[in-house]
């Protein structure tokens, strides 16, 4: 199996993503980098050492601007939601838990109808282990 549900949700996700919003917030956190790496010149040429309050300052600026993106990414699969699940209801349907969907079947019906001998001529069929289901013609 090629998971080809899984990588049409995430083409689809890829493409719903609003890539300006995105360059906007990482135009905001450029400039203020470079206006803290301006004022830490200023702060040093003044002799006032403030390094340790500029380092954590920024770093929660940049806390900020990624929780930002990660509440665009957020808003944005919630505006998509319907069809997201869709993607992975054929997903789950298909192969749930990621792995082979299991049926059973009361075998004494095809007993009935087949004969004794079913599960020996199922036996006798060659099968390879492999990522895809099977189909049984009685």
């Known amino acids: ?17 609003d890539t300006e919003a995105k360059r906007q917030i990482q135009v905001m956190q450029q400039e203020l980098l470079e ?5 830490q010149l200023y702060l040093e040429e003044q002799h006032l050492l403030l390094d340790k309050i500029l380092v954590k300052n920024k770093e929660n600026h940049l806390k900020q601007f990624e929780y930002l993106q990660q509440k665009v990414e957020q808003t944005v699969l919630n505006k998509h939601e319907t069809t997201i699940r869709k993607f992975m209801t054929l997903q789950n349907e298909l192969y749930p838990n990621e792995g082979f ?6 075998p004494y019906q095809y007993f009935n109808e087949f004969g004794p001998m079913l599960i020996t001529e199922m036996l006798k069929q060659n099968y390879s282990i492999g990522n895809h289901h099977y189909l049984i013609y009685l």
């Open 1 to 17: 199996w090629d998971g080809k549900a899984l990588q049409l949700k995430e083409q689809f996700i890829n493409e719903v993503q």
């Open 101 to 106: 969907q299991e049926r059973t079947y009361n």
């Open 35 to 39: 206006k803290y790496g301006a004022l």
